[in-house]
């Protein structure tokens, strides 16, 4: 069974600073991998994909890296700013099922 | 177009009651999702459906879950009877593939 895993649980930085949320899953066996944000009340905005055959994808400030065969995957943002606060979610579609597998989240705060 | 919605955002109910949450997904999505977020177990996927047919219910906690499709615009979630330990956010999410999906609000379930 799939599972996935985000470190840290919460993040309190500066504005301007930049920074790295880790993802780690346990089944290599994946159709792609994507970073969804969630505001708190809200439901979730999917920020970028990554199919299994790429090795990162951008938007913007945004930056996300997928290593396959180590079973990880980091999303980079850069120049943090205060609305970049929420929680942010990895989530991983196996080939097999085709469903979303989520982790945890990374809470992030982002100091004015 | 309005996005997905869901009704009613917010539910309070006693234990042991019949708890049903309503769904419509963005028109022209073949695919819809129901998941479930909590504080332990974070955001779980219950059920999804292709073309209003369920695909895999693994996720449905009990038999006191059950989720329905009766068209390509509409979908019920229904808890009965209701536990405490049943109160968490229930997103809907719809889709043309099942890895892009576009989430609803989510219903806020207490039961009391």
């Known amino acids: 069974k799939q599972e996935v895993t985000q470190i840290p649980a919460a993040l309190s930085v500066p504005e301007g600073e930049n920074l790295v949320l880790n993802c780690s899953f346990t089944?290599?066996?994946?159709?792609?991998l994507q970073w969804f944000r969630q505001d708190p009340g809200k439901g979730l905005t999917s920020l970028l994909l990554?199919?299994?055959?790429?090795r990162e994808q951008t938007s913007g400030r945004l930056n996300a890296s997928l290593d396959k065969s180590s079973g990880r995957s980091t999303l980079y943002i850069a120049a943090s700013q205060p609305g970049d606060s929420a929680t942010y979610l990895c989530?991983?579609?196996?080939?097999?099922?085709?469903?979303?597998?989520f982790g945890s989240g990374t809470r992030l705060q982002v100091q004015p | 177009d309005a996005g997905v919605i869901q009704s009613p955002r917010h539910e309070v109910t006693e234990m042991g009651q019949e708890v049903t949450l309503r769904c419509k997904p963005i028109?022209?999505?073949?695919?819809l999702f129901w998941y479930r977020q909590t504080m332990m177990r974070g955001l779980e996927l219950l059920i999804y459906?292709?073309?209003?047919?369920?695909?895999?219910d693994s996720g449905m906690p009990e038999d006191r879950f059950s989720a329905k499709m009766p068209n390509a615009s509409f979908s019920t979630l229904k808890i009965q009877p209701s536990e405490p330990r049943d109160s968490a956010v229930y997103f809907c999410?719809?889709?043309?593939?099942?890895?892009?999906?576009?989430f609803g609000p989510g219903t806020r379930l207490t039961v009391l």
């Open positions: 999410a719809s889709s043309t593939t099942p890895d892009t999906q576009y």
């Open positions: 089944d290599s066996a994946i159709y792609n």
């Open positions: 990554i199919q299994s055959s790429q």
């Open positions: 989530a991983v579609s196996d080939t097999g099922r085709r469903a979303l597998t």
């Open positions: 028109s022209g999505h073949d695919y």
């Open positions: 459906f292709n073309n209003n047919v369920p695909i895999d």
